[in-house]
């Protein structure tokens, strides 16, 4: 509880008064200069301070080992991999572009054969047994159409025959092949569906999981709009990947192998030479065509993230466009994002029709071409008319894989270059991992923190953290306060190894937390953030997320040892209620509360409470923080508070003051006040009441004081 000395009368006497010489903390408002005639001249501070005393000086500091690189180069080369944004893909020339094509196919190909999956295999090989089947049949339906057309190239009547004794069994056999040809396709698609699908399901998941793993670093500066977006069209783009690797480029090679073959076998060598040139010039034409155009493709796919991006971020932030009434400058925001990917799917959109046009006029060549040489043939008398229809009909089958391919090979393109961006993902470098032999966090001393020698900074240009060193003593409550930018949240996100030190090393009971595993670390460490993290889903999900085994009844004893309960319990839906996304439904105190019960029922050995009460009323900061205070005295806890109000860690153990990236001074409450150093300043500040000019209040209660004595 707070003291009653924290709201005592200022003590009036100037064995307790400041010095007017002494500097006014820079965040209090500088008050009017005061006219000459001033009947005081020493300004009264509302402060329980003591007379200065002399300062102990703080025992020189041993230089720890470090095995990091200098702070310079490794903060240099973290800004360089933050810059590196995985979303904006570089253009690539056509060799580096067929090659990072090629390393997804092969990539890809694992999930089409994997090693430990027999049942996978199994569906590969029936699926393309059925699909060669399927090939072979459609190839015989020109031979029986040839058949059908000679038979009846005849005076049926005059013979005594019907069409049933005439050509009877080649209908049925052409009408079998189609039929058989498609159920085999039918049922190949869905033997193989199977496969697809679990490929997407472990690409997907891989993806999700190697985000997770990425650095806090990648996570501040991601845009979640366009990568969300770039996941969703990989993934997309998965399906059609795996099938075109199995059932259309290879079998639609062999088709087109196949009536190649047969229209040379029985027609010769000018069909076979209109033929081979039909299918240089088609296959020349759509590689050409479909390489310029995989640049507009990377515009368009850049233009769609940055549009996504745009409404993801005005979505998300929709209190914030309210509040300033800038519906309209969202609205060009995004329709400027808009305007980019519309000029880009313009461009797309032309060049697919002159390929599309293109494509059309080297078959259709090819064809006039074959047909003139058919139709000289039956006037010669060298061919039937059976064998025009059949030329006629393997002209046209070979269309369909030919503009199959061409559709394909385009696709497959478009595929891979919407998957180059997830796999590109993939290879972003988590720095933060285990060291090969790292050994689970062992807390044999009660969770001793220190940091000894520490340098660290965000930016090269801008240290954070200068040579610092402090000691968390093992269950004791530690606050650490200072000035805003001066480096408390900084010792979290080190501890936490969501940053690496640059200088220096952090040790918890003797152990380097370099050196120990991760995922154990992060175990013993419990959070409350200064923004507290809130998922789109219940109440009670979001207290569970500490432990996510636990019971009901244990999730209400959190909540009521964090005093929320009973707010819970008036809510429409009680603990099943939804809290909206990112938590905008509740009240920013009740999600404070919420995230305060999510860690007692983790219950982890280390707490760290970062502004954990700062939207709370008085009395209920007040009863939370006996709650609290019980806790940690009950198990012992080692436990950090970070605070700009001081009055809620006044009744630390140790309080540690940081200024410029140092500490400026440590002790007690008392013995920080009885110094009157920068914790006194900071007190005073906070306990100084001001009048509405900037004025003190204290100073007008002295001057009325003063005037009703005399």
């Known amino acids: 509880m707070i003291p009653r000395l924290a709201s005592r009368a200022p003590m009036l006497c100037s064995r307790y008064g400041i010095a007017s010489a002494r500097t006014r903390p820079p965040w209090t408002v500088p008050p009017p200069s005061r006219p000459a005639s001033s009947p005081s001249s020493t300004r009264l501070l509302r402060t329980t301070a003591a007379p200065r005393r002399p300062q102990a000086t703080p025992p020189p500091k041993t230089a720890a080992p470090s095995t990091t690189k200098p702070a310079s180069a490794t903060a240099a080369a973290a800004a360089a991999a933050k810059n590196k944004d995985p979303l904006l893909l570089p253009d690539k020339t056509v060799a580096e572009q067929r090659k990072a094509?090629?390393?997804?196919?092969?990539?890809?190909?694992?999930?089409?054969?994997?090693?430990?999956?027999?049942?996978?295999?199994?569906?590969?090989?029936?699926?393309?047994?059925?699909?060669?089947?399927?090939?072979?049949?459609?190839?015989?339906?020109?031979?029986?159409?040839?058949?059908?057309?000679?038979?009846?190239?005849?005076?049926?009547?005059?013979?005594?025959?019907?069409?049933?004794?005439?050509?009877?069994?080649?209908?049925?056999?052409?009408?079998?092949?189609?039929?058989?040809?498609?159920?085999?396709?039918?049922?190949?698609?869905?033997?193989?569906?199977?496969?697809?699908?679990?490929?997407?399901?472990?690409?997907?998941?891989?993806?999700?999981?190697?985000?997770?793993?990425?650095?806090?670093?990648?996570?501040?500066?991601?845009?979640?709009?366009?990568?969300?977006?770039?996941?969703?069209?990989?993934?997309?783009?998965?399906?059609f990947l795996l099938t075109s690797m199995v059932f259309h480029i290879l079998p639609t090679a062999l088709e087109i192998s196949m009536v190649c073959g047969i229209l040379t076998w029985q027609y010769g060598a000018k069909?076979?030479?209109?033929?081979?040139?039909?299918?240089?010039?088609?296959?020349?034409?759509?590689?050409?065509?479909?390489?310029?155009?995989?640049?507009?493709?990377?515009?368009?796919?850049?233009?769609?993230?940055?549009?996504?991006?745009?409404?993801?971020?005005?979505?998300?932030?929709?209190?914030?466009?309210?509040?300033?009434?800038?519906?309209?400058?969202?609205?060009?925001?995004?329709?400027?994002?808009?305007?980019?990917?519309?000029?880009?799917?313009?461009?797309?959109?032309?060049?697919?029709?002159?390929?599309?046009?293109?494509?059309?006029?080297?078959?259709?060549?090819?064809?006039?071409?074959?047909?003139?040489?058919?139709?000289?043939?039956?006037?010669?008398?060298?061919?039937?008319?059976?064998?025009?229809?059949?030329?006629?009909?393997?002209?046209?089958?070979?269309?369909?894989?030919?503009?199959?391919?061409?559709?394909?090979?385009?696709?497959?393109?478009?595929?891979?270059?919407?998957?180059?961006?997830?796999?590109?993902?993939?290879?972003?470098?988590?720095?933060?991992?285990?060291?090969?032999?790292?050994?689970?966090?062992?807390?044999t001393k009660g969770g001793e923190i220190r940091f000894e020698n520490v340098t660290f900074g965000y930016h090269p240009d801008r240290p954070i953290l200068q040579d610092l060193s402090l000691t968390i003593p093992a269950g004791k409550k530690v606050a650490i306060v200072g000035p805003s930018g001066c480096g408390k949240s900084t010792l979290l996100r080190l501890l936490f190894r969501s940053y690496d030190v640059q200088g220096g090393r952090i040790l918890i009971d003797g152990q380097d937390i370099r050196d120990v595993q991760v995922d154990s670390l992060r175990r013993a460490i419990g959070v409350v953030p200064q923004d507290t993290p809130l998922f789109n889903d219940t109440v009670e999900h979001n207290i569970r997320y500490g432990a996510v085994d636990a019971t009901r009844a244990q999730v209400v004893a959190a909540a009521q040892r964090a005093r929320i309960h009973d707010t819970i319990a008036r809510f429409p839906d009680g603990y099943d209620t939804k809290v909206g996304e990112r938590g905008l439904m509740i009240s920013g105190g009740e999600k404070q509360r919420l995230a305060v019960s999510r860690l007692l029922?983790?219950?982890?050995?280390?707490?760290?409470?970062?502004?954990?009460?700062?939207?709370?009323?008085?009395?209920?900061?007040?009863?939370?923080?006996?709650?609290?205070?019980?806790?940690?005295?009950?198990?012992?806890?080692?436990?950090?508070?970070?605070?700009?109000?001081?009055?809620?860690?006044?009744?630390s153990d140790l309080i540690i003051v940081l200024k410029e990236g140092r500490v400026a001074e440590m002790g007690t409450h008392r013995e920080l006040i009885d110094r009157a150093g920068v914790y006194a300043e900071l007190w005073s500040a906070q306990e100084t009441l001001f009048n509405e000019d900037g004025t003190d209040r204290l100073d007008a209660t002295t001057t009325e004081s003063s005037k009703a004595k005399k």
Not at 118 to 136: D, E, M, P
Not at 400 to 411: A, H, Q, T
């Open 271 to 443: 069909f076979a030479a209109v033929t081979a040139l039909t299918m240089v010039g088609y296959t020349a034409f759509t590689i050409w065509t479909t390489a310029w155009r995989t640049k507009f493709r990377r515009q368009a796919n850049a233009a769609d993230n940055k549009a996504s991006t745009v409404a993801v971020d005005s979505l998300i932030n929709y209190e914030a466009v309210k509040y300033f009434n800038n519906e309209k400058f969202e609205v060009a925001r995004y329709d400027k994002a808009l305007k980019e990917y519309e000029k880009s799917s313009i461009k797309v959109a032309t060049s697919l029709a002159f390929l599309n046009s293109g494509q059309n006029i080297i078959f259709s060549s090819a064809l006039t071409a074959m047909m003139y040489f058919a139709a000289d043939g039956v006037a010669k008398g060298s061919l039937t008319v059976g064998d025009l229809v059949m030329v006629n009909q393997l002209v046209f089958q070979l269309s369909v894989p030919l503009n199959f391919l061409g559709s394909v090979y385009r696709e497959l393109r478009q595929s891979l270059l919407d998957m180059e961006t997830l796999f590109s993902l993939q290879k972003v470098n988590v720095s933060i991992t285990d060291k090969p032999g790292a050994q689970e966090l062992a807390l």
């Open 601 to 651: 029922l983790k219950d982890p050995p280390l707490l760290f409470f970062d502004e954990a009460t700062s939207a709370l009323d008085t009395h209920t900061e007040q009863g939370l923080m006996v709650n609290i205070n019980g806790i940690l005295r009950e198990k012992a806890r080692t436990s950090v508070f970070v605070a700009h109000r001081l009055r809620t860690i006044f009744d």
């Open 101 to 239: 094509d090629w390393a997804i196919m092969k990539e890809m190909s694992r999930y089409l054969w994997p090693k430990d999956d027999l049942g996978t295999k199994l569906r590969v090989s029936l699926a393309v047994a059925l699909l060669i089947g399927a090939k072979v049949l459609n190839v015989q339906v020109p031979f029986y159409f040839k058949s059908i057309v000679d038979s009846m190239n005849i005076d049926v009547a005059a013979v005594g025959g019907t069409a049933t004794t005439v050509a009877g069994a080649m209908i049925l056999g052409y009408g079998a092949s189609r039929v058989g040809a498609t159920v085999f396709q039918e049922l190949r698609n869905a033997v193989f569906a199977s496969v697809a699908q679990k490929a997407i399901r472990s690409v997907a998941r891989n993806v999700f999981g190697h985000l997770l793993r990425l650095d806090l670093a990648f996570h501040l500066s991601k845009q979640t709009g366009g990568l969300t977006r770039a996941i969703d069209r990989g993934t997309k783009g998965i399906s």
